[in-house]
């Protein structure tokens, strides 16, 4: 084994995106489960690794890095073969990292803001502006799209890994309309057949959304 440990679950979307990363640049990894619902995250052992207590958290022969978006520039910089994933140069760079600021800060946080108050606090109902920025989040990508193949232009980067995590898992809550987002659906098929995408997302974004989908309320 190449040493790496990947901590998370597979039902989350910023752990399926780093699975995605590895996978794309056939990495060897060990997958450590930690269930958040029984605390495993906040014992002292976790803690140590991660103060944050989030998942995921790579450990790469001691190098511990967490949040998503870290982790897999982290991976395209040390073992990419080429930078295509997470390009050098600047503005190139600066449009994946556009588009990675926008899955943290905008398209994930949708999708936390309804998660975690069902996960913690069983909250069923879904408000009106709650879903709101879950439809902004798929006209967004749809913009971003425009005519290119991927989230960025014609070329496949981990911004795609992130995003895409993130939207296969957001219809759990609000429908992903192919009138309105014709684009999204188109990219997101482009993706499923990547030869690793079943095992690394596919699986994972399905558990996700039938866990949830009957338990929740769109007001």
């Not at 450590?32 to 022969?61: C, F, M, S, W």
């Not at 502006?129 to 425009?146: C, S, W």
Request: proline residues 5%.
């Amino acid at each position: 084994m190449s040493g790496i440990v990947l901590y998370g679950l597979d039902i989350s979307p910023p752990v399926r995106s780093c699975q995605l990363t590895l996978r794309a640049l056939e990495l060897e990894y060990e997958f450590k489960e930690v269930d958040l619902l029984a605390g495993e995250h906040r014992k002292e052992e976790y803690l140590k690794k991660n103060p944050q207590h989030t998942i995921p958290l790579l450990d790469d022969n001691g190098v511990l890095v967490w949040d998503s978006h870290a982790i897999v520039c982290y991976l395209v910089g040390k073992y990419g073969k080429t930078d295509e994933l997470y390009p050098r140069d600047l503005v190139k760079r600066a449009r994946v990292d556009q588009r990675l600021y926008f899955d943290a800060s905008a398209l994930f946080m949708a999708l936390r803001n309804i998660c975690a108050p069902y996960f913690y606090n069983n909250v069923t109902e879904i408000s009106r502006e709650k879903g709101d920025n879950v439809r902004d989040g798929y006209g967004h990508l749809e913009t971003f799209l425009a005519d290119n193949t991927y989230i960025t232009g014609d070329t496949l980067t981990v911004a795609d890994f992130c995003c895409a995590a993130t939207a296969s898992s957001l219809p759990a809550f609000v429908p992903l309309e192919p009138e309105k987002y014709p684009k999204v659906i188109a990219w997101l098929e482009r993706l499923q057949e990547l030869p690793y995408y079943e095992e690394a997302n596919g699986v994972g974004a399905r558990k996700y959304v039938d866990l949830l989908k009957d338990q929740l309320t769109l007001l």
